[in-house]
């Protein structure tokens, strides 16, 4: 995990011999396209903009760290950060609360204690009142300049060490396709591995269907394969 942070040390020529690969599970390509798909189930992909499922209690973990850039003054920012916050500590990773329709009456209790003014935009920041995505997008637009520190593409160009790559299929905060576009990323002939699993998710874990139990046994045994021949340098067979 963390994507950058490990990429750029496996790309650093500081740590060549030192570093034997890199495993990344769930990493992401592009942070604020992860930002944009965590809140509203959407990624551009190949010149078509695409829609899956996605866990709907993301939005105001995403919308708490762009607070700064939505044009507030810092006494009310910091009351929309509180707020928001609460509502994370509320509902993430609790069962039956990943829908909006589950999660909108802890929203409008969170949002009584708010001043009038500012409780649209809590709202808005759960995706719970129109006008999410266009602010979103804005801030995103806004913030873009301060998190080129997390773009992977340099790093990723220069690593020297074999790479595995594995992403879980049905995963509701990053998208499966970053995985695919990390891929992409690597330079041309880079010995590397990519497993797409539908037993792992982003904080989850889940049993395979029956008709894919083989698939997914397979897969997880190229993955912990990959986890011990990777530090001494090495890739599995393909």
């Given at each position: 995990f963390g994507s950058n942070p490990s990429i750029s040390l496996c790309g650093d020529p500081r740590y060549a011999g030192r570093v034997g690969g890199l495993f990344l599970f769930g990493g992401y390509a592009d942070f604020v396209?992860?930002?944009?798909f965590a809140t509203l189930g959407e990624i551009e992909h190949r010149g078509e903009l695409l829609h899956f499922p996605y866990d709907q209690t993301n939005a105001p973990g995403v919308f708490l760290n762009i607070a700064r850039f939505q044009g507030f003054a810092a006494s009310d920012e910091a009351v929309l950060v509180a707020a928001w916050r609460e509502m994370c500590m509320r509902t993430w990773n609790r069962p039956g609360l990943q829908r909006l329709e589950e999660l909108r009456p802890i929203a409008e209790q969170v949002a009584d204690d708010l001043p009038l003014a500012l409780r649209e935009r809590f709202l808005q920041g759960c995706n719970l009142a129109p006008g999410t995505r266009e602010i979103l997008l804005e801030s995103l637009?806004?913030?873009?300049?301060?998190?080129?520190?997390?773009?992977?593409?340099g790093p990723l160009g220069r690593i020297q060490v074999p790479v595995a790559l594995a992403h879980g299929r049905d995963d509701l905060v990053i998208s499966f396709l970053e995985a695919e576009h990390l891929r992409s990323l690597l330079p041309r002939g880079h010995p590397h591995r990519f497993y797409m699993t539908g037993m792992f998710s982003h904080g989850r874990s889940e049993a395979p269907t029956p008709g894919r139990v083989r698939t997914e046994l397979q897969t997880l045994l190229g993955m912990l394969e990959s986890m011990a021949t990777l530090p001494l340098g090495k890739l599995p067979r393909a």
């Open positions: 396209r992860v930002c944009r637009a806004r913030c873009a300049p301060e998190v080129k520190f997390a773009d992977p593409t």
